[in-house]
């Protein structure tokens, strides 16, 4: 169950963050702010490792493959994508198309087993509420 308040807290976050970075870059430029965003979360995690953590920092270097390592390089584009959908089509409808890209990405990566992910099977009913959020993408945006 704390999972699920988890994921509705990252959720929120998401869409207030999208929001604040959207404004910032109306005083500076995009890479302007995002350098500012990830260079705060830097701070920000650093100060959560000092005062709750310390194990190695080297030993993210020893994960295997090495291509997970660029989660953070991903998550620079992310900041970048989020911007720009939100201000091309407002913090609604940008946030409900990102939310079903990522619902459809990670359905196709439990599908495949991709990236270490344990393969799971085809299942109707998640492809059927698939359809049913794209539906409701349709009808939030019908004028």
Known sequence: MIGFFIALISGALMSIQ????TEVTKSSSIWTANVFV???????????????D?????????????YLLLGGAIGAFITYTVIKSMDALGPARAVMLIVVAQLI????????GLFGVEK???EWRKAIGM??????????KWK
Not at 38 to 48: E, K
Not at 131 to 140: L, S
Request: charged share 10%.
């Open 105 to 112: 990405v990670a359905y196709l990566i439990e599908l495949l």
């Open 38 to 52: 990830q260079g705060t979360a830097l701070l920000v995690c650093l100060g959560a490792w000092l005062l709750t």
């Open 131 to 140: 359809a049913v959020a794209i539906v409701g993408i349709v009808i939030f």
């Open 18 to 21: 999208g929001v604040f970075n």
């Open 120 to 122: 799971q099977p085809w």
């Open 54 to 66: 310390r194990s190695s920092l080297g030993a993210v270097f020893r994960v295997e493959p090495k």
